[in-house]
């Protein structure tokens, strides 16, 4: 009873009876004079068809009872089989979508994220397949994600991991010489994986929606004055410009001051490192009716046209020869885009091109 034909198969049976069994009751059950002396009048009303009846019933013997069950009889066999064969036909046309969905989903259960499904049928049916393929494909690009994620968490917590081990059996074989400088080397290394470690934990609680902010109304030139501030002595020192450019009338911002300077330090951190000497980088504020830009521009190595969709992932480098010293973890943009978006903002890149410089954009809402 649960197979869809059997059940589309009964429909049309019990439509059929429906429609067909009342009129044959009626036609076997009324003598043909009764029918014509009625239809003589031209009409049957509510006491014709009760004398009508009376008489039929009066006047039908058992052979001709005989013969009306065998007549009903008939007409079910050929009603049922009908059905049948309709609601088979019917069914296979429903179900077929249907069957292929289910054996797509009980693949993708079984990890198998590459199924797709022909999307045909009804348009129902049809929305049904392009919603399973949608799924599909977010979840084979969601495990691709995790993957390369674990194999990258793997590689940046293998090398400190090493150097530490490789450094701590070279002092246990008295090859290096337990001193200060050493174990400065060994602690510089420990402070990377806790970075590392740090990152990892704020991204996740950043993407799962858990990481606490204090939102309230900030002025956004305190915020980059104080940044500019601590930055300027590493400007000088690496022979970079940093120049301000601040409006007299900012609108206050709704977030949380010290991840929105986070933010800024990552992007002024990233600028630094593709930045050569002799060059400049540029903090602007734009301010707009509802929302609020602040921007980071630099006119050092620029980024390749086929970089800009993804630098905001996860431990990506433009330079795959880059080490973590030079490069960073890989985690800066990607806890600053999570940042931003936490805040109801939004962060953009572009750049003209290798050795053109870029420029980083995030937006916050202004307050009321």
């Known amino acids: 009873m649960n197979k869809l034909w059997v059940r589309i198969s009964l429909t049309y049976i019990a439509i059929v009876i429906f429609l067909f069994l009342i009129p044959t009751v009626v036609f076997l059950a009324v003598p043909a004079d009764a029918l014509s002396s009625a239809g003589g009048q ?7 068809m009760l004398e009508i009846l009376k008489k039929a019933h009066s006047n039908i013997l058992g052979a001709q009872r005989l013969e009306i069950v065998s007549r009903l009889v008939r007409v079910l066999l050929g009603t049922s089989l009908v059905g049948i064969l309709v609601g088979t036909i019917s069914s296979l046309g429903l179900s077929a979508p249907l069957h292929n969905l289910s054996v797509a989903a009980r693949a993708v259960g079984s990890q198998d ?6 999307v045909r049928g009804s348009s129902e049916v049809r929305e049904v397949a392009e919603a399973f393929n949608a799924m599909a494909a977010a979840l084979e690009e969601a495990e691709k994600l995790r993957s390369n994620m674990l194999a990258d968490i793997t590689h940046e917590l293998r090398t400190p991991l090493t150097v530490i081990q490789g450094n701590l059996r070279a002092i ?15 602690y510089d290394q420990t402070r990377q994986l ?16 858990q990481f606490s902010l204090t939102m309230s109304e900030q002025d956004l030139r305190d915020i980059v004055n104080d940044v500019a501030a601590i930055y300027q002595p590493i400007f000088d020192d690496q022979q970079i410009a940093l120049s301000l450019q601040l409006p007299e009338k900012i609108p206050a911002v ?28 540029t903090i602007s504020v734009t301010p707009g009716d509802t929302k609020v830009a602040l921007t980071v521009t630099d006119n050092g190595s620029g980024i390749a046209k086929e970089h800009l969709p993804y630098i905001f992932d996860r431990f990506y480098r433009t330079e795959s020869d880059r080490n973590r010293q030079s ?42």
């Open 327 to 368: 490069g960073g973890s890989g985690l800066g943009l990607a806890i600053t885009q999570a940042l931003v978006k936490a805040h109801g903002g939004e962060i953009t890149v572009s750049s003209p091109g290798l050795n053109q410089g870029s420029t980083f954009t995030m937006v916050f809402p202004a307050g009321a």
């Open 172 to 186: 246990l074989d008295d090859v290096y010489r337990l001193d200060k400088v050493e174990v400065a080397r060994l």
């Open 254 to 281: 709704i977030g949380d001051s010290s991840r929105i300077a986070q933010c800024l330090n990552n992007l002024l951190n990233n600028a630094l490192r593709h930045t050569s000497p002799g060059g400049s980088i």
């Open 194 to 209: 806790s970075r590392l470690v740090d990152d990892l934990h704020d991204l996740a609680l950043l993407e799962a929606n």
């Open 42 to 48: 031209g009409y049957l009303d509510s006491s014709s």
């Open 113 to 118: 994220l590459s199924q797709r499904i022909e």
